[in-house]
């Protein structure tokens, strides 16, 4: 995989059929020359999804959020749009408005066989259902009365939990990939390198409350200074 800075850089490059004798071929990245964002708007209420995207400059796709109420579907305000640069723009032109664009985060997948999370349970490898309650193998929640035990964190909750650190360290790589743009892995990388510096300061924070409260040590006074032991 190559990343390019431009779509001049893009296009030079897509022109080689070759590198060094080797055949070759150039296709853009599916999904990370790409971003997703929300958009907000009263006044777009009577566009299409099709006319909102003709409007935007950047923005490829537009769709917008329906809810359910009994049998009718609501359209809301709000629009979900895709825009063709790895990072996302902070405002949008469409018509004579200008609208903010808010990162648009995806909730974190988690498999409903292995509980784990970043796959889906149609690409699990593990054999067995693992519980979502106890996380314990051969049985499924609705059959289960044991004490939760997240199998993600080993915590006392259910691997669903909305509290669950797994989760909740998930949710913060996925904020991050949707602001920051670029792949998983280093957006990963960018938030555990976050997370172990707010530990160290924690620590280090809680270290010197710590110190603060134990008897501070009293500072010598001039006359008690004891004299430079003589070299031996
Ligand atoms: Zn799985
Ligand atoms: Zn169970
Ligand atoms: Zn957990």
């Known amino acids: 995989m190559v990343e390019l800075k431009s779509n001049d850089q893009a296009n030079k490059l897509g022109a080689i059929a070759t590198f060094l004798d080797t055949p070759v071929t150039g296709i853009p990245h599916k999904s990370l ?16 999804e099709e006319e909102i995207v003709e ?22 305000d709000t629009i979900v749009l895709t825009c063709d640069s790895p990072k996302l723009p902070s405002r949008i032109r469409a018509g004579y408005l200008t609208l903010d664009v808010r990162p648009s985060v995806p909730l974190p997948m988690r498999c409903s066989k292995c509980q784990r999370y970043g796959h889906g349970n149609d690409r699990c490898k593990k054999p067995a259902v693992v519980c979502v309650r106890c996380g314990k193998g051969g049985h499924v929640e609705r059959d289960c009365s044991a004490d939760p035990h997240c199998v993600n964190c080993r915590g006392d909750h259910a691997a669903s939990s909305k509290t669950c650190p797994k989760f909740l360290e998930e949710q913060a790589i996925l904020c991050y990939k949707a602001e920051n743009g670029g792949r998983f892995q280093q957006a990963r990388k960018a938030v555990v390198v976050e997370i172990q510096k707010t530990i160290s300061m924690r620590t280090f924070a809680s270290a010197v409350k710590s110190q603060l409260r134990t008897k501070p040590a009293a500072l010598p006074k001039d006359g008690d200074r004891s004299a430079p032991s003589a070299p031996p």
Request: glycine fraction near 8%; proline fraction near 3%; hydrophobic fraction near 20%.
């Open 33 to 48: 020359n790409s971003s997703k964002g929300v958009i907000r708007s009263r006044d777009l209420r009577c566009c299409t």
């Open 55 to 76: 409007e935007p400059r950047g923005a490829t796709h537009a769709r917008r959020i329906k809810v359910r109420r009994g049998e009718d579907k609501i359209q809301t």
